[in-house]
C-alpha cells in the first residue's frame, strides 16, 4: 500500500531525476524541508520503490575498471584477470556493484497494468506500408523475421516469428559495449 510519504518520497525523487539535480542538491533539499516533510534518502526511496513494485534486484561484483563481472569462472576471483585490481576495497565490501533487474517479473508487472497491455499490444495492431518507415516495424530485419520460422537451439519450429498475437519484440541498445566480432 502506498502512503502519503511513499508519495511525497517519489515526487521528491522524480524531481531530482527529470532535474539532474546532484546528490549534494538533492539532501541540501531534504534538509531544507524538514520541517514539513521527511524526504528518506535515495537509497531509502530506490529500495521502498523496490519493495513496491516487487522487484528485487539481484547484485553483481564486478571490476572497479568495468572489466568482468565476479560470476561463472570468475566467481572465486579475488582480483581482476585482466587489469589486476581488487575486488574487495575497505571492509570487505566489492569496489564496484552492478544491481540487475530480472526481465521476468518486470513484464509480469507490465501486464498488470491496462494502459501498459495496450502500449504492449501496439505490434500486433500495427499495420506497415511498404516504402514507409514510421516505425522499427517497417524496418527490414523485422519484416524479414515475419516470414521466418523460429529457430531455437538449432531445432525448426512451425510457427514464425512475432506470428502470435501476444507475441512481443524486444530491442536491446547498450553503450560501450560489444557483443559480436
Not at 35 to 60: F, T
Not at 86 to 112: D, E, N, T, W
Request: aromatic residues 14%; proline residues 4%.
Amino acid at each position: 500500500m502506498i502512503t502519503d510519504e511513499d508519495r511525497d518520497n517519489i515526487r521528491a525523487y522524480q524531481l531530482k531525476i527529470m532535474s539532474n539535480m546532484p546528490r549534494r542538491v538533492f539532501n541540501r533539499m531534504r534538509y531544507a524541508f524538514q520541517h514539513k516533510m521527511d524526504i528518506d534518502s535515495k537509497w531509502v526511496i530506490l529500495h521502498r520503490l523496490a519493495v513496491l513494485a516487487g522487484v528485487d534486484p539481484e547484485i553483481y561484483h564486478c571490476c572497479v575498471n568495468s572489466c568482468i563481472a565476479y560470476t561463472l569462472k570468475y566467481i572465486h576471483h579475488e582480483s581482476c584477470p585482466f587489469c589486476k585490481e581488487p575486488r574487495y576495497g575497505k571492509g570487505s565490501h566489492p569496489r564496484r556493484v552492478f544491481y540487475y533487474i530480472p526481465l521476468i517479473p518486470r513484464l509480469r508487472a507490465f501486464f498488470q497494468n491496462t494502459e501498459m497491455i495496450q502500449k504492449l499490444s501496439y505490434r500486433s495492431s500495427f499495420h506497415h506500408h511498404e516504402g514507409l518507415i514510421q516505425d522499427v516495424f517497417n524496418g527490414a530485419w523485422y519484416r524479414t523475421l515475419l516470414n521466418r520460422k523460429v529457430v531455437v537451439d538449432g531445432v525448426e519450429h512451425d510457427h514464425k516469428y512475432f506470428s502470435g498475437k501476444h507475441d512481443l519484440a524486444f530491442s536491446l541498445a547498450i553503450d560501450g559495449f560489444l557483443l559480436f566480432d
